[in-house]
């Protein structure tokens, strides 16, 4: 059974996270690079291309590529410091398996027959659905691909899901209904060229940094930004408008944006009734949507929406941009729907400087969730229940339609099937749901109930603290690959260094799972790029389409956006050129977005909103950058934003150390007082564990469509931390600093 | 003055841009010549009410006032308009100039006894590279280049490189950007601006009795 087996202080002593502070080799000894790697950051969508320098077969630092045309050298300090999670101190390199006090080292024939024997025989006993897979998106393409293809084919069961559900799958879902593909439907160099660049929920500056350069390109030229966030963003700040809107009101703000829209003629009818369906509906159903409306549901001035609706209505060129902050709500295909909406109803896109487009989240979550890797997907972004997609699948991998799974689990619902028993044993790679999952309270109970379960991962992460057997994995840096960055740029992803000590590639190891399950006909692979040769052919004709992509072409195009769909094919920078959609009938489709309220809303008992993000310094579950020390100092745990005005009501002061409870739990956290928030919000960025995750707090409630969990409102209450609360937190905050080498 | 002379190109920087990611301080760490320490910060304004940062680099000033005054002659501006870290057997901490540089960018290394701060990546620049920090700064903060790069990336703003602190006029190698019609930054404190400009600290809070003692970190 999936237990600790230790004391969580016992784990960080023994595996980290511990901080590390200068390249391997040391700061006075550093050697000149033998080499430097042309290969992208492994954090975020962006895909910033940077140069690994390496000497005698390690990482030891880092050179800016500024010859790559997105970032042209631009990092953020993750980006910068990222080398240093090669050769770090709590580098797993040994296949591990748990014992009554932890862990004790084995070999990989060992692990491996463990792995596969409780495999069979869960399977055996309680069917092939009951062992399932969950994986993540920091995987390059290629994996993701092999993943979807060794769940289906080698573990032969219908549950396989992915961390993009809790990231982005709302945009997914919006993007879809709405235009039949799922990408964002400009290259960034549009956004120069727009107006007006409108940002709802993205906190571009500290999740996005280099994108911030193409927005203050377009200001150079005299674009206007208006923000919609509940916080003074450093991009907000900025802002010529800023909508701080209630959380989870984001639906109400844009009904409203389109009543003033339509009651200023600023409606470009003829686009609306040559390319779009639904305009009528969509019209009627903001009839009483007047600002006045909306200001009351979203606490900000109708004045205010009103400038925005101008603004907007009365711009040539836009583009606009979303990410998590309208996306991860109970209604977040709705929220994403209802900024379609403003787009589709102007005419604005398909052409320069007239953009959309969701922010792609994590490294990558664009190329990652193309290729089967959903638990309802095959490759090239097709439907497993469609009966042609499928047909076309088996006839690639040489399988008959019995033998391909049909739509299993989401994440969350699959780990509600844990609870219920009705899965037993789980194989997890590149996720660490016990720091990313929403109600991680529920979800560590979850895997105490795993039969067993066995993890993938280069760091002993907070998830795989739980496993029955670790697997040492890869780098991004150690294996070759592809990525697809935000904006639809497939990008090479080069092997700097390979894996230290005894750790395989994460490809390696799932190739011989399969073989040892008897099932290495279908992965006949001897190489990365065959994998990806296979993905052209399995995507080609579906609306993610790499056929026309190769290894070669993106090397010496520094990037080839898809779709790709024949050899020579100069790929697709921008999208719907011939305002058509991907959808059979070629028409955009517009639907009424009615505003409903998040699942829980703040009452007498909870009376305040919480909301969570991210900080610059840290990415998604902070598996990596909490062990970076210079990213660890600037930001080294948990804080909460409350504005002065709540704080003073409260009796707060700054720094003063809190406790924010929900319905589901609670955390104990250093106050930051600060007006760059509303009054009635509070903030927690969530990259941290246990007593320090924010997700303790946070709803399992999903929307109806994408499965998405609501991580961006809750309803909160707020009191002093007592004495020993205080306590408890000065130690878990000491545990977030621990050097490497001093224990 | 422009410096653009060799392969040296001039230094912008665009306060408002500034999203106060600290990329600039983590590069400027990895220079070789200094191991780890950077020579650039970037500091907050005013946390309580802005997330508004702004990176602090030294801004090479045509008449130093560090080099001024220091008494060992231990500080050099090179023939590029480049004011270098202390020379180690001259420098002898004594903190001058970090009392006198008006823009508070020497530090005094406790453990070296040295002052070091920004030679405009000297190793770089010198071989016809950009500084470490404006070729990572991924708003743009931080831009190195000619003036006729930037006058035409940026219509709506323009460089200056003079300074009034009270009655201390400056010419720094160094640009801001600042809206068109602005030809002097002026930071005059004399007692009338102070008044009308330093903002008052907030109300001491507590409305209500804490019912135990606050807790800190």
């Known amino acids: ?743 | 003055m422009s410096a653009s002379t060799g392969p040296f190109k001039d230094f912008f920087i665009d306060f408002q841009r500034c999203i106060g990611c600290q990329s600039c301080v983590a590069a400027c760490a990895e220079c070789h010549t200094h191991r780890g320490v950077p020579m650039i910060r970037v500091d907050r304004v005013d946390p309580a009410r802005s997330p508004q940062t702004v990176p602090m680099v030294c801004m090479h000033c045509t008449q130093p006032t560090c080099a001024n005054s220091c008494p060992a002659d231990a500080i050099k501006k090179d023939e590029n308009g480049i004011v270098h870290s202390a020379q180690k057997p001259k420098c002898i901490a004594c903190h001058n100039c970090e009392l006198s540089c008006p823009f508070g960018i020497p530090q005094i290394d406790d453990v070296q006894l040295l002052m070091q701060k920004c030679d405009l990546c000297f190793d770089r620049t010198s071989i016809g590279k950009k500084p470490m920090c404006a070729t990572v700064c991924p708003s743009g903060a931080l831009f190195y280049g000619t003036k006729e790069e930037i006058a035409a990336l940026r219509p709506q703003s323009q460089p200056v490189n003079r300074w009034r602190f009270g009655r201390q006029q400056i010419e720094t190698r160094a640009f801001v950007m600042v809206p068109h019609g602005v030809d002097e930054m002026r930071v005059d404190w004399d007692e009338e601006t102070v008044l009308t400009q330093i903002t008052l600290p907030a109300p001491e809070p507590a409305t209500t009795e804490p019912t135990e003692e606050r807790q800190f970190l």
């Not at chain 1, 296949?95 to 027959?113: M, N, Q, V, Y």
């Not at chain 1, 700040?237 to 989870?248: E, N, S, V, W, Y």
């Not at chain 1, 792609?360 to 997609?389: A, V």
């Open chain 1, 1 to 743: 059974m999936a237990k600790l087996t230790l004391p969580i202080d016992e784990y960080i002593r023994l595996y980290g996270p511990h901080i590390s502070d200068s390249p391997v080799s040391g700061w006075e000894n550093k050697p000149e690079p033998e080499k430097l790697v042309k290969t992208h950051c492994c954090f975020c969508g962006m895909q910033c291309g940077i140069q690994l320098a390496v000497s005698n077969n390690r990482v030891i630092g880092f050179e800016p590529w500024e010859e790559f045309p997105f970032n042209e050298g631009r990092l953020c300090p993750k980006g910068v410091k990222r080398y240093m999670q090669s050769n770090h101190p709590d580098r797993l390199t040994d296949p591990l398996i748990r014992t009554a006090h932890g862990f004790r080292k084995a070999s990989w024939d060992e692990a491996l027959d463990l792995v596969v024997s409780k495999l069979q025989s869960i399977q055996q006993k309680h069917g092939n659905n009951a062992f399932a897979m969950m994986s993540g998106v920091s995987l390059t393409t290629e994996k993701s691909y092999l993943v979807g293809k060794f769940a289906r084919l080698a573990l032969r069961t219908a549950n396989l899901d992915y961390n993009g559900r809790f990231c982005m799958v709302s945009a997914g879902g919006g993007n879809k209904k709405a235009f039949g593909i799922d990408r964002t439907a400009n290259s960034w160099v549009d956004i120069p060229k727009a107006e007006v660049v409108w940002i709802a929920g993205s906190n571009v500056s500290e999740c996005f940094p280099t994108l911030n350069h193409y927005i203050w390109r377009a200001r150079d030229c005299g674009a206007k930004l208006v923000v919609v966030d509940p916080r003074v963003t450093p991009i907000a700040r900025t802002a010529d408008l800023h909508l701080a809107i209630r959380p989870g009101s984001d639906s109400a703000l844009n009904q409203a944006i389109l009543h003033e829209l339509i009651a200023h003629g600023d409606v470009n009818q003829a686009f609306v009734d040559q390319y779009c369906t639904g305009w009528e509906e969509l019209r009627d159903s903001v009839a009483t949507c007047t600002p006045e409306w909306a200001a009351e549901i979203c606490g900000i001035d109708a004045d205010l929406i009103r400038q925005a609706a101008h603004l907007w209505g009365g711009a040539k060129t836009s583009f606009l941009l979303h990410a998590r902050g309208i996306e991860q709500h109970t209604k977040g295909v709705e929220n994403v729907l209802s900024n379609i909406n403003l787009v589709l109803a102007t005419g604005r896109i398909g052409r320069e400087g007239c953009g959309y487009g969701t922010i792609t989240g994590q490294g990558n979550g664009q190329g990652g969730r193309e290729h089967g890797h959903k638990c309802d997907q095959l490759p090239g972004n097709r439907d497993i229940e469609n009966p042609e997609h499928r047909a076309y699948i088996c006839k690639v991998w040489g399988i008959t339609d019995e033998e391909l799974p049909h739509k299993g689990k989401t994440a969350v619902e699959l780990f509600e099937a844990v609870d219920t028993g009705e899965i037993r044993g789980m194989l997890n790679i590149c996720c660490n749901p016990a720091v990313s999952h929403p109600d991680t309270n529920f979800l560590r109970s979850c895997l105490e109930k795993l039969e067993f379960f066995c993890v993938i991962d280069f760091f002993m992460s907070e998830t795989a603290r739980y496993a029955d057997v670790v697997l040492p994995g890869s780098l991004h840096e150690e294996e070759e690959g592809t990525s697809t960055s935000a904006e639809g740029r497939v990008c090479r992803i080069r092997a700097a260094v390979p894996p230290p000590g005894n750790a395989w590639t994460d490809t390696a190891i799932l190739l011989e799972i399969a073989r040892r399950l008897g099932r290495e006909q279908y992965f006949p692979y001897t190489d990365n790029e065959q994998i990806f040769n296979e993905l052209r052919v399995a995507s080609h004709g579906g609306t993610a389409d790499y056929y026309g992509i190769t290894w070669k072409r993106i090397e010496e195009e520094m990037g080839v956006f898809w779709p790709c769909p024949e050899m020579g094919h100069p790929g697709t920078p921008r999208l719907f050129e011939d305002l058509k959609s991907y959808h059979p009938d070629g028409k955009f489709h517009l639907y009424p977005t009615p505003y409903r309220p998040s699942y829980e809303m703040p009452d007498k008992d909870y009376p305040f909103w919480l909301t969570s993000g991210r900080s610059v310094f840290h990415y998604l579950s902070g598996t990596q950058t909490r062990r970076i020390k210079f990213l660890v100092d600037k930001f080294p745990g948990p804080v909460c934003e409350m504005h002065p005005a709540l704080a003073q009501r409260l009796g707060f002061v700054d720094r003063q150390l809190v406790v924010v409870e929900t319905r589901r739990g609670q955390i104990v956290v250093p106050l930051q007082v600060t007006e760059a928030i509303r009054e009635d919000t509070l903030f927690i960025p969530y990259h941290w564990s246990e007593k320090l995750a924010v997700n303790q707090l946070t709803v399992r409630a999903l929307d109806p469509i994408s499965k998405m969990p609501e991580f961006k409102t809750a309803a909160c209450r707020v009191r002093a931390a007592t004495a020993a609360e205080a306590e408890r937190l000065r130690s878990d905050y000491k545990n977030l600093r621990i050097e490497a080498g001093t224990v």
